[in-house]
């Protein structure tokens, strides 16, 4: 069973404290309500009933029905074994679905390999390198492996992807000397030796130290900017909330929900918080106030506050404060992608890392 | 060249941005060839390679050795035709004596660890998927793996026989040659015959060529191919050494491999070296198709 895609027009962004800023919203169609997008013609991916049963008889995918609109950085979310690379596998015509029907940019697949592939860059559950071949070389091969790449401008085109993503200085070294995170770039960096229109990622930050994770997120959102789609799979919930405006989760095969990353982080509620050492005080105070399912903690209080109003939030503050609460801190907590997936699967997001 | 130029080649003059258009392009012959020539490039430029190539050199560099040092006694060679005691008035007769006793084994083994490992190795580093998707085109790809397969063929061949000609010109004498049949040819025609004698060596390795990427295609594991070719090898040579089995021996890919020495008559006996070459053929046939149609519907999933 599926779940019905939410809706919803929540346009706050659903960045926790100290989240990085969010990409500008994608240059091409304004996301659409999934309804739509299923019957719409500019989804760059769309699958129907896409299903792969391995020969051992394990469902690996099980009924999906994914719509990726064009210019969305789509974040393709699960727990690692919850299908996410078979489904990019099926995709790039790497295997056969066991039924149902995939098509990129317009074309099914896997029948329209070489016509929709030279469109496509594509990151696979890691990089893969010849290690006795400079990083150039492995560029070089993997451009001449594309029939329609033209060999004329491609020592400049490999030259601009290892610019790109920052190993110009390393790109006579042989890739077995490279590090996990130069492995990971160079990968990044055949995906971008041609204008794409989709950019696949699978778990592109995998193994990266927090600042090579912070450059690949900043390349991505580059590369969004100049309308490329991208759909990026990942298991980090907040890696999703930084960069996608879209996203999808998956749970043990099946997709439990796909929408806007604002309509999905809107299912969790925001909760009011008030840090203080008065704890007992706050809480007879925010509760002759309407606030309602109040969890008193330590040195902090937390409920639901219905009022939306401007006023409401200050009056609030301002009778606490009245009252000889010490208010420390106050405000508002969005809900993450995090308390949506509990809200959504009533499980949590039980992954390693 | 710059990229105005290139985008002016394509067609789409009317653009003054220098930065490509996205959206289809489209295929070109040069771009087709690319894989190929980055195939052969791939290969050549392996260390593995590079090894296997400078162990069949050595080779008939040992046998020259062995052959000079034992000149005083008579010298009879083992199963396959005797070239050695020629070797010792004509150094030419190194080149033949060197590729008569590398075609059982040495040629065989690296030719099946080059085939062995070309589409199973690349499946096991994963670069495959990233060649797939580039996209390379699968037929295009094992079309490229097995054209590597025959240069290496070549490469491999003549490694053997111009370290043998090398050495057998600093060991031996060289002059006129006395052939098999008792008739005596000059050098420069000797020396024709032993590229002839080469070229029939290195097309005799085509059909394991076949085997070798077929098995390749079979396994996710570039040990495993290897060690399975050059297995079969050795086993259907083993078979092709029982008389009992006089039913099947003619189609066993090694059975004329040693014909090449017909060639060395006057005039040249093509007879087994034509069965030879056709038997390879049909090798390449079946196995170059088995291997295409396990290739083109398999599931990439390393």
Known sequence: MTKA?????????????GAEPRPAPAPLPPASPTATAFLGSDDVIRTRGLTKRFRGGQLAVDGLDLAVPRGSVFGFLGPNGSGKTTTIRM?????????????????????????????????????????????????????????????????????????????????????????????????????????????????????????????????????????????????LLDEIEQVCTHAAVMSRGRLVVQGTVAELAARAQGRLVVRTPDVARAVEVLAAHRVTALV?????????????????????????????????????????????????????????? | MSRAEAAGGTGTAGRTEA??????????????????????????????TKVLLGILAVLPVLIGVVVKLNTDGPHEGGGGPSFIAQTTQNGLFLVFTALAVALPVFLPMTVGVVAGDAVAGEAATGTLRYLLVAPAGRTRLLAAKFTAGLVFCLAATAAVAVAALATGAALFPLGEVTLISGDTIGLADALLRAVLVAGVVAASLAGLVAIGLFVSTLTGSGIAAMAATVGLVITVQILDAFPQLDAIRPFLFTHYWLSFSDLLREPMYWDGVLKDLGLQAAYVAVFGSAAWSRFTSRDISA
Do not use: W
């Open chain 1, 5 to 17: 895609p939410v809706t919803g027009d929540v346009t706050e962004s659903a960045g926790g404290p």
């Open chain 1, 91 to 235: 995709l790039m015509g790497l295997i056969a679905p066991t039924s149902g029907v995939a098509t990129v940019l317009g074309e099914p697949m896997p029948q329209s390999v070489a016509t929709v592939l030279p469109r496509v860059g594509a990151l696979i559950e890691g990089p893969a390198l010849y290690g006795f071949l400079s990083g150039r070389d492995n560029l070089i091969r993997f451009d001449a492996a594309d029939p329609t790449a033209d060999p004329r401008t491609r020592p400049q085109r490999v030259d601009t992807a290892l610019e790109r993503v920052g190993l110009s200085a390393a790109a006579r070294k042989k890739a077995r000397a490279y590090s996990l995170g130069m492995k990971q770039r160079l990968g990044l960096a055949s995906a971008l030796l041609q204008p794409r229109e989709l950019l696949v990622l699978d778990e592109p930050t995998n193994g990266l130290d927090p600042q090579g994770m912070r450059e690949i997120r900043a390349l991505i959102r580059e590369v969004a900017a100049e309308g490329t789609t991208v759909f990026l799979s990942s298991h």
């Open chain 1, 296 to 353: 008193p903690g330590e040195d902090r209080v937390d409920g639901e506050f219905g009022e939306r109003d401007d006023e409401a939030l200050p009056e609030l503050c301002a009778a606490l404060v009245a009252a000889g609460v010490r208010v420390h801190g106050f405000g508002l907590e969005r809900g993450t992608l995090e308390d949506a997936f509990v809200a959504l699967t009533g499980e949590g997001f039980d992954v390693a890392g």
């Open chain 2, 19 to 48: 930065v490509p258009a996205v959206g289809r392009r489209p295929r070109t012959t040069a771009g087709f060839l690319a894989l190929f020539g980055n195939e052969l490039h791939l290969t050549f430029r392996r260390m593995r």
